[in-house]
Nanobody, 128 residues
């Protein structure tokens, strides 16, 4: 199982970025997959999680309305579209997943951060 995140970079406040997470070794159909971030000196926090089988989503309150998750089935890829970025969004963003999910929701996994597979992060810096 591999998760490869990309798309980070330097962007001005108010700008946008789209992160990609390419998953291999498992099918997104049976998983919960999501984005997390960790800013310098802070604990890791959940951004958003998605359970494709049920279509359910979880977004952290501070990111609702600005961040959107989407999926490309053919590419087994999850995207995070980030709009109206703020300096406090600066962090390393990680993609994570758990497969063979049956009962628990995207919210369950996101709030507990108990996903099995973690990719290397991609740096997002929001600065003028």
């Amino acid at each position: 199982v591999q998760l490869q995140a990309s798309g980070g970079g330097l962007v001005q406040p108010g700008g946008s970025l789209r992160l990609s997470c390419v998953a291999s070794g498992f099918s997104l159909d049976d998983s919960v997959i999501g984005w997390f971030r960790q800013a310098p000196g802070k604990e890791r926090e959940a951004v958003s999680c998605f359970k494709p089988k049920t279509g359910t989503l979880y977004y952290s309150d501070s990111m609702k309305g600005r961040f959107t998750v989407s999926r490309d089935n053919a590419k087994n890829t999850l995207y995070l579209q980030m709009n109206n970025l703020k300096p406090e969004d600066t962090a390393v963003y990680y993609c994570a997943a758990v497969d063979r999910v049956q009962y628990y929701s995207a919210t369950y996994y996101c709030t507990r951060q108990n996903l099995d597979y973690w990719g290397k992060g991609t740096q997002v810096t929001v600065s003028s």
